[in-house]
């Protein structure tokens, strides 16, 4: 009978030690679960945000296609003659690719002018500098009684 007991005891003590590994799986299995919840909140909280961003990108983009339907709003250009033709030229591209060309074209043309009239600017600003000069030194021959031809 005694080899019935120990038999016994053998085998609760394995039972236990079997209880005590499922006991350490159960405990990782939740370990494990815990860390995927998280896991899957983080992921899920980032695309909530992604969509709310999506949401709002897609609201503006219906809002400038709303606006663009409706008509382009042209600023005050004060007396344009070339103003229709402008507006037909704008009208007449199709993709970004082409406005993209026509705004550096445009912005070339624009920077090309500026350089010119700033250019214009100085010759004016010498001319009168030199005429200014001039007309002093002829009233000075005038006041002196000499005829400024004679010089």
Sequence with gaps: MSQNVTQWL?????????????????????????????????????????????KQLLEAVQQEVRQLKVGVQVPDLGETPNLVAIQTQVAALQTEVEVRSHLIQALVACDRLTQALETEQATHAQTRKSLTTALGDAIDAIAKGKSPSKE
């Design 10 to 54: 053998d085998e609760i003590k394995a039972l236990k030690h079997q209880l005590a590994e499922a006991r350490r799986e159960r405990e990782e299995a939740y370990a494990s679960a815990i860390n995927w919840q998280r896991l899957y909140e983080t992921e899920a909280q980032q695309r909530r945000i992604e969509a709310a961003q999506a």
